[in-house]
């Protein structure tokens, strides 16, 4: 069985005291409207410190307002594919950016949306399915397998997923924010827009 979520990258964090944060030294968190208020504290966390620029200090009333003033919100992260029955998992490869999940919709016309480096990995269109490795160099090896006729079911769970994190960011940032971030991150990460 194919899952698909949408992931931010929280590694780069290094200790961050200003609001309550789950752990997240293994990498990748998962957005839904099912996050525990740490989860979408360390979400929050990731996204300011991954925007931070130098004008901007380094306290969290300041990292999130700086998100509020920026003319482009970016993420490191995007969509993790997982086949529960090979244990195959497709991370999105670094400087890939979760503004542009919906890249996946063009598979569906045959385009290849790009999934990050290092590693590559790899997307094949063909025979009605598409195929995923996680790294093109090792692509002898099991493959993400998604039917095309299933893909647009996949991106609209992963689409009521981020509305849900849409919906807990309104509820729990910190600092009176909440709807303010979630109507930019709507805005830049292209979430509640038809697919």
Known sequence: MIEMNAVVAAHHLVGFPDWPTG???DGDVVLSGRMSREEIGTALAAIAQYNNGQEVGPDGPALLGGLLEQEAIIMSGGLLVRDTRTGVVVEPGCCQGFEDWRD??????GRHPW???SPDPKVEIGDGLVRVWPDDRRTDGPACE???AELPGHLAAVRQDLL???ELVRK?????MGEALAERF???FHISAPL
Do not use: K, M, T
């Open 23 to 25: 752990p997240y030294s």
């Open 104 to 109: 996946w919709r063009g598979v569906l016309d």
């Open 115 to 117: 999934l990050g480096h």
């Open 146 to 148: 998604i039917p095309l």
């Open 164 to 166: 849900g994190f849409l």
């Open 172 to 176: 729990w940032a910190p600092y009176g």
């Open 186 to 188: 709507d805005e830049h």
